[in-house]
């Protein structure tokens, strides 16, 4: 399809409408037919055309390309359209779907919603979870993509890496430098606004972490490239152990876990970490404090079990009742021995164990 535009000479300067027609080439080549480009921040021809560039234009034929350019999915009258900082529909989810999690529901509240009403923040927003597996850690950072992209983790904006998995052989740290730092900063000139996911965060090499520590200091600029509006997300089993004796030190005392605050858990888990074993505590991220928040996991009881397991039926369209509900969180192993009071699986595996009561 061809769109033909018609032009009254006095409506635009020559070299206005070279550049702009320049810039939405340079937009189909790369991204429509793939071509083979990188975008250069001090190059005039890939940048989005600025509101004084259009001053010379006709409103008719500002709506009419403003239309065109938004339906191939790149602008909205609020923006990006990749980006959508639900932070309303992201407050509903913690509440109702995380459950346990009182403090992580707080604290990734309060910091992710600081940090998008915070356009002038001086530095990244990075967060650490902690906890054992199954607690809700990946959960939430899936929930944290869903509500500020508008393609949640399969977004151009968000980027997931799994240490063992992308960064597996100690002896290449060296060359996973360069491509983790060319994947960030490709990243960021992309999407300003990019989600960076480290799983399994206590297995990377303290040298790759050190590698990327600029992008995430209090720096205007790396090398021409502004990496404030980005958050990065590290996803550890590091502090479960202390979450756990915390948690049962409550239980033992009669107070009930809700009471448990983050006085009780930062300390402890900024502590930890910088003694584990690993990268994370030998890397300057720690030294450096350069993580804004230490979010603590919580070992899941078997009331939560119950409700996970009711929330995955309903995913399924199912209905469930208190019976069918209490064998699925039954069928689950559950520490101390003595006690039975946290589910060693958390709710990972509910979804797989319905199966065996379904009809």
Known sequence: ??????????????????????????YIYCNIWEGDCQPHQDDDTQQVPSRD??????????????????????????GDCRITNNITGLAFDLQTKLHGQHLAQSVVLKAIQGFINNPESNKPLTLSFHGWSGTGKNFVARMIAD??????????CVRLFIAPFHFPHARLVDTYKGQLREAIRDMVLRCPQTLFIFDEAEKLHPGLIDAIKPYMDHYDNVDGVSYRRSIFLFLSNIGGATITDVALDFWHSGQNREDIGMEDLEHRLRTETMESQGGFAQSEL????????????????????????????AARGLESDEATLDE????????????????AQGCKSVPQRINFFLP
Not at 147 to 152: A, E, M
């Open 1 to 26: 399809m061809f769109l033909i535009f018609y032009f009254e000479a006095h409506f635009f300067q020559l070299d206005s409408l070279g550049n702009v027609s320049t810039y939405y080439f340079n």
């Open 53 to 78: 560039l259009w001053a010379g234009f006709s409103q008719d034929y500002i709506s009419l390309l403003h239309q065109w350019y938004c339906n191939l999915g790149q602008c909205c009258e609020s």
């Open 147 to 156: 509500h500020l992209y508008r393609d949640g983790v399969k977004s151009e």
């Open 286 to 313: 720690m030294s450096g404090h350069l993580i804004d928040f230490f979010v603590p996991f919580l070992p899941l009881e078997y009331r939560h079990v119950k409700l996970c397991a009711r929330d995955a039926y």
């Open 328 to 343: 699925v969180a039954k069928a689950m192993l559950y520490f101390p021995k003595e006690e039975r009071l946290f589910s």
